[in-house]
């Protein structure tokens, strides 16, 4: 679902049955700003990776990080899942995510120019998740002198303010708060100086559908995904600066120093970058805005998580199109959190009297053109626990914030409100404690033992349930049906 969203903006496009719109590439190619305000110090931190070159398998030691799994692990280290499971008898055979905590040993074949393994925030710190719940951005941005606190930005659904304007895009693309406060403090001294910054590129990227505080803001986070859930899931192993130099993180790292490293990576090259992600670069700023990251750091994603039971997310007995396979929960590319399942027969973006259903039981904990989030918790906050996110349901009976539903209760009708799409349908993702969770990853999306499998690019895919497989496609061929409730 490609989005680089406007809240209540719409397209419908194209005659196909149902799906978000096919990917485009993530932006034109960023220049280095002309008007660099951030601080340079003199001191530049020069990262040394000080590992060796291993002989090819050698074990080394390793620490499992929050949200590990073994193919990024395998990815990471340049070896295989069979080759840890073997160093490692003590992992079960259904083992999803890691025990943080746990001391493994790791088959490593060595690649060059990995980078430094210093670590900039912890995981927990990048997610909009439970460490946030207790910040009041309001009144955080209001207790500093700098001209976020007065900043107003006209939207297609209204003005916002600055605080506003945070919460919005931490709240879709489930990015940290206080990370996109401490980016816009290092970047442009929102919070500290009263003066604004007279380039409508705050943080650096200067293109021109990008300009001003919200859609630098969509950039910058939805690139930070883009490094996140790439290292999450293992595809990410290396990537370019500006002057073609190789970048590899080192295989230790965790996904938010990497998410960072990608996201600087775009647009400046060493020696620069290496003072940005060094401990004088943004980490600096971010401890003197919130304290240390790393003091009290609690894993968000336990050893062993595992999917509540789900049902597909239409009516029993109904039979709905599997019109998007694995893709974007929110931005453009990753995470491949999403799939779309739309009603069959309703061309283009016409209204339906068709119901999207609840996956399962909760307390509908958000409902706007932006996204309807079903808390499985029961706590209202979709910051923790398991989230069932749903985007396209129509504003006409859309399921109000606070109503508890019981499995199967209707939410709504698909529709194309929301995002940019190409026909009436819905698009569900996973999300615990404000992760967003990867619909074919060793938590896989399993909707009454329909099992989700990426394809070979985004909205390619296929459920596979015993025997049976359905293949997703956005056309009206009836190859991709499913009933749900058989």
Known sequence: MNRIHRPGLFLALMALLAACASPQSDSPAPVLPSNLVFPTPAAVFTPVSTRPPYAPGELVDYIAQTGDTLPALAARFNTSETEIRTANPIIPQNASSMPPGLPMKIPIYYRSLWGTSYQIIPDGLFVNGPAQVDF???????AHPGWLKNHTEHLSDGPRSGAQVILLVAQNFSVSPRLLLALLEYFAQALSNPVPPTTPYLLGYEEQFHRGLYL??????????NGYYGWRRGALIEFEHPDSRIE???PWQNAATVALQFTFAQLYSPPLFDQMIGPGGLAETYSHLFGDPWENNLPHIPGSLTQPALLLPFERGKSWNYTGGPHTGWGKGEPYAAIDFAPNGVPECNLTSEWVTAMAPGVIARSEVDGTALDLDGDGDERTGWVIFHLHLASLDRIPVGRMVKTGDRLGHPSCEGGEVTGTHIHIARKYNGEW??????????MEGWVTKNGSAAYKGTLTRFSQTVIASAKSEGKSLIKAGE
């Open 248 to 250: 590899r993180p080192d």
């Open 136 to 142: 009041d951005i309001d009144a955080f941005v209001n």
């Open 437 to 446: 969770i990867l619909a074919d990853s060793p938590i896989p999306l399993d």
């Open 216 to 225: 630098q803001l969509v950039w910058i986070a939805n690139t930070l995904n």
